[in-house]
């Protein structure tokens, strides 16, 4: 080989010149946009936009992720791995509704949406609690059936 | 030997992320997804700002400053009468169900977060800043606008520029990341489809390093995946299925009567407030927003008309004596929820520029007896008062309103925001936007 990969001419570590034009755009326009939002309370919305993003990436996720995979161990060590997504299909949907709606469902906005709104507010809590209810033990329901299914399918092979 | 495991336990060794979900194709399908999705959410957004006319006057501009962001600006038309009903549900409403889908698309790149070095080359160090933008914009997007529609105004200050500046934030990282990374996401999306057995249910496709079905190697898929305890298409199933779930809880909100009920956990979802012709959704109830009897009463209200041949002050009677006009029309909040079409009754609002000298109706400044709250005070446009379809009402559903609904008089538009629809109006000046 004539040129080997180590003796090419070194270049300065750049990229590529459309993602460099491209991103250069992007922040300018974002640069733009940013200042006006900005105006506000500068040190609350910049806290809100990057906090935003740190406490997604390093404290829901991780929390989230190490709940799914201790309820998978705990599957695990009795053998039931299988298992663990009759519970953890449950307890996702559950916990989104609760993380979508929980100025609601915990009732920390109640005096204003009822003085505002002439609604009740206090359906909420009891109304995600059923919806909870109604998951969790249709996942259980489902369990059962899979296993009466799997357990009438054995014995007449066992009765042969 | 310390070091070394510490170091494979972190998040920054490629070992510590083990899910076998996890791979380009997964990241795909998610990511087209939100192309599509946020995309639509950006150009409603962009026609909700549009819909309250901010050009028209500084009472309806929450963003003064907003300069060329607001180059698109048009004037907001009356027809089809249910256009921002559809408009702001579809945002709403289709926010709240690309949740699960922008999680997952996050978890699906958490990695990436990690990656050892911080930066190859000027290039990616300036792409992973715009991807603070890019992550940090979507949750201040949608943190906003959830929390806004339950009513918690815990965000640092007025939700208006703060939801509109940030989208323009957002979306210019969002533009940059599609068109850098869209080419590739469909690349991807075609090689799962033209592949016989597509997502596979081990969920063993594309493995790290190696060069896959696409010829590149799957930098999402982890280096030594744990036994898999769902398939690739099982997460999806969770992440649609999910979706599903949201929006069969959220869409009835934009429905009257049994769909209301649907949305078990939306503001607004549930039941009415109350039986009768006044028997559906308010914004604010006449209490919250510190209107007393006293200024209602037959004998203390008058409304105040002012145009080009003066100022004329009208009883309620008087309003009733003049020619009554009605229509069907709903009303549309920004929070997302709407009514079915209401019957309203009264005065039309082109009537009423005519008494004051203008045959060619113009803009008009509206003023409600309200003290507080931040569209007390509306323009509407010549083309909304000129539209005869355009009421100050007297009635709804067949009977007086009600004080919640805006009792002596509101104003009624087609296919203007809600609180451009001034309840307990108190005054009337035609030509006079300011």
């Known amino acids: 080989m004539l040129l080997r990969p180590q003796l090419r001419p070194r270049v300065p570590a750049l990229g590529s010149p459309l993602q460099l034009s491209l991103l250069a755009c992007s922040f300018a326009l974002a640069g733009y946009a940013g200042t006006r939002l900005l105006a506000g309370d500068r040190f609350g919305i910049v806290l809100w936009f990057v906090g935003a993003a740190l406490l997604h990436d390093l404290v829901l996720l991780p929390l989230y992720a190490g709940l799914d995979r201790a309820a998978v161990r705990a599957f695990g060590a009795v053998g039931r791995r299988e298992w663990a997504g009759y519970v953890r299909v449950p307890a996702a949907l559950s916990g989104l509704l609760l993380l979508v709606w929980f100025p609601l469902i915990g009732g920390q906005t109640a005096d204003r949406y009822r003085s505002a709104t002439a609604l009740s507010a206090n359906g909420f809590l009891g109304r995600w609690l059923l919806i909870t209810a109604v998951l969790f033990g249709g996942s259980a329901l489902l369990l059962l059936l899979r296993r009466l299914r799997r357990a009438t399918k054995r014995r007449p092979s066992a009765e042969n | ?434």
């Not at chain 2, 309250?52 to 048009?74: E, R």
């Not at chain 2, 996401?185 to 081990?202: F, Q, Y």
């Not at chain 2, 009463?297 to 002012?306: M, N, S």
Request: glycine share 10%; charged share 15%.
């Open chain 2, 1 to 434: 030997m310390a070091r070394t495991s510490l170091l494979t336990r972190s998040p920054f060794a490629p070992s510590f992320w083990r899910s076998p979900v996890r791979g380009t194709r997964f990241t795909a399908l998610l990511g087209v997804v939100l192309l599509g999705g946020i995309t639509l959410l950006f150009v409603t957004g962009l026609l909700s700002y549009a819909a309250y006319n901010p050009n028209l006057a500084a009472v309806n501009d929450k963003t003064p400053d907003k300069g060329i962001l607001g180059f698109y600006l048009f004037d907001w038309p009356t027809d089809p009468p249910w256009l921002y009903r559809l408009t702001q549900g579809i945002h709403v409403t289709l926010g709240v169900t690309l949740i699960p889908v922008l999680l997952a698309k996050l978890w699906s790149v958490v990695p990436k977060l990690f990656t050892l070095p911080p930066a190859r080359s000027l290039a990616h160090a300036l792409e992973r800043l715009s991807l603070l933008l890019l992550v940090g914009g979507a949750l201040f997007e949608f943190t906003t606008g959830v929390l806004n529609i339950q009513l918690d105004y815990v965000f640092p200050g007025s939700f208006y520029p703060l939801h509109f500046y940030g989208a323009w934030v957002f979306f210019a990282a969002f533009l940059a990341h599609a068109i850098l990374r869209t080419p590739t996401a469909l690349r991807n999306l075609r090689h799962m489809r033209d592949s016989a057995d597509g997502v596979d249910e081990t969920g063993k496709t594309g493995e790290p390093g190696e060069p896959g079905k696409t010829g590149e190697p799957d930098e999402l898929a982890a280096s030594t995946p744990a036994d898999p305890t769902v398939s690739r298409r099982g997460a999806l199933g969770l992440v649609g299925g999910a979706s599903l779930l949201l929006f069969a809880t959220t869409a009835g909100r934009s429905f009257d009567g049994p769909l209301r009920r649907t949305a078990l956990l939306a503001p607004h979802g549930g039941a009415e407030p109350g039986g009768g012709p006044g028997g559906f959704q308010i914004n604010k109830t006449a209490a919250y927003a510190g209107i007393s009897a006293a200024e209602t009463d037959t004998e203390a209200w008058r409304l105040v008309v002012t145009g080009r041949t003066g100022t004329v002050r009208l009883t309620r009677a008087a309003l009733r004596d003049m020619p009554l006009h009605s229509s069907a029309l709903p009303i549309a909040c920004v929070e997302g929820w709407s009514t079915s079409d209401q019957w309203w009754r009264g005065v039309r609002l082109r009537d009423l520029a005519a008494l004051v000298g203008y045959e060619d109706p113009p803009d008009v400044f509206v003023e409600s007896l309200q003290r507080h709250g931040s569209f007390r005070h509306a323009a509407l446009r010549a083309n909304q008062v000129a539209d005869p379809r355009s009421l100050l009402a007297l009635d709804v559903n067949g009977e007086e309103l009600t004080p919640d609904h805006g009792y002596p008089a509101r104003v009624i538009v087609p296919a203007a925001p809600g609180v451009l629809n001034t309840k307990w109006v108190a005054r009337l000046t035609f030509g006079g936007a300011k």
